[in-house]
């Protein structure tokens, strides 16, 4: 069984910093691409970033120069730096992985609980 846990949410003010963080465990054989959604209240999910094995990552346009998605391969990690937050980045974020369990598996999609983050004015 496969786990994704993320951590980091907080609240914070307009300008500030923080960190997400998501660890993947479980069987895993390996780990393609992983990324992170969020969603604001009343609006759907959406994708803030993502990277792929090879490091190759991608941004939306409302993050881009502000965000850094990084991952930790041989800790089966994903992280997220957000900077100079603002208050329209309020939302559950929620991290995103496709995993092969085994050498012969498919890659399935998982996704993390999620974790709030509050920037206030």
């Known amino acids: 069984q496969v786990q994704l846990v993320e951590s980091g949410g907080d609240l914070v003010q307009a300008g500030g910093s923080l960190s997400l963080s998501c660890t993947v465990s479980?069987?895993?054989?390996?780990?393609?691409?992983m990324g992170w959604y969020r969603q604001a209240p009343g609006k759907q999910r959406e994708l803030v970033a993502d990277?792929?094995?090879?490091?190759?990552?991608f941004y939306v346009d409302s993050v881009k120069g502000r965000f850094t998605i990084s991952r930790d391969n041989a800790k089966n990690m994903v992280h997220l730096q957000m900077n100079n937050l603002k208050p329209e980045d309020t939302a559950v974020y929620y991290c995103?992985?496709?995993?092969?369990?085994?050498?012969?598996?498919?890659?399935?999609?998982?996704w993390g609980q999620g974790t709030q983050v509050v920037v206030s004015t």
């Open positions: 995103n992985a496709d995993i092969e369990e085994g050498r012969w598996s498919t890659t399935v999609n998982y």
């Open positions: 990277i792929n094995a090879s490091g190759v990552a």
């Open positions: 479980g069987s895993i054989f390996r780990i393609n691409t």
